[in-house]
């Protein structure tokens, strides 16, 4: 194992590391939350790292956006961060997918992954990534973001746990669920709950003793509120 990890082993220790090496991670959405989340999972050696978009990149993107440039305008933006992280870890397996995840191919897709991230600001992809955890019976996370808020729900993949619909039944109207070309986002935000979503799936894929717990997080940024809710059965 490269010393490139040797701050990682100081917390997690050599085993989480190599945990980490053989774990593997589906992100849906390389915007503001996936794009980040990506970059920090794959700077953490997670040894193999799935991602989905089919959105190109736009200048209203590097507000938030930060692993794209002005450069990449018109790009690709699977393909430009998958090129970005392969160069951040050579280390690391990328599979990107150019497409629409949808559920009716999602779970041949994303069954060989261990953990399942959706970092998109699409309502019905949130809905969609909760049956997928289900159905494969995957822990995952759902993250989204709007003005100087956000939101984070764990999901532990068990058939009786919490559903996202039953915290946000459909038709969804919280202001956090929808586009942030309606709502406006601060980068900021955007970048805090990315960290929060690659922290959780750290957690989960060096865990060895625990069951995942099902919970929210919201966060504010403007009253530095940070509220927790443990979701029960």
Do not use: H
């Not at 774990?23 to 980040?36: D, E």
């Not at 399942?116 to 996370?141: F, H, Q, V």
């Not at 202001?175 to 900021?188: R, W």
């Amino acid at each position: 194992m490269t010393n490139r990890y040797s701050r990682n082993i100081s917390c997690i220790g050599a085993e989480g590391q190599k945990r980490l090496s053989a774990s593997s991670v589906f992100i849906i959405g390389c915007g503001a939350l996936g794009g980040q989340v990506a970059m920090l999972l794959a700077a953490a050696g997670v040894g193999r790292i799935g991602i989905a978009d089919f959105d190109t990149i736009d200048l209203t993107n590097l507000q938030r956006q930060l692993f794209y440039t002005e450069a990449d305008a018109g790009k690709k933006k699977v393909e430009t961060l998958a090129a970005r992280m392969r160069e951040l870890n050579s280390e690391i397996t990328v599979d990107a997918y150019d497409r629409l995840i949808r559920l009716q191919d999602a779970e041949t897709i994303l069954a060989d992954y261990a953990y399942i991230i959706d970092a998109t600001d699409n309502p019905a992809s949130k809905y969609m990534t909760d049956e997928l955890c289900r159905r494969l019976g995957r822990p995952g996370c759902i993250g989204g973001v709007a003005g100087w808020k956000g939101q984070i729900m764990t999901l532990t993949g068990q058939p009786a746990s919490v559903t996202f619909a039953d915290i946000f039944p459909p038709p969804e109207t919280d202001m956090s669920m929808m586009p942030c070309e309606i709502t406006g986002v601060i980068g900021a935000a955007a970048s805090t709950i990315a960290s929060l979503q690659a922290a959780e799936a750290i957690k989960e894929l060096i865990r060895t003793d625990e069951s995942p717990v099902a919970c929210l997080l919201t966060v504010d940024l403007l009253t530095m509120q940070f509220n927790t809710f443990e979701l029960s059965e």
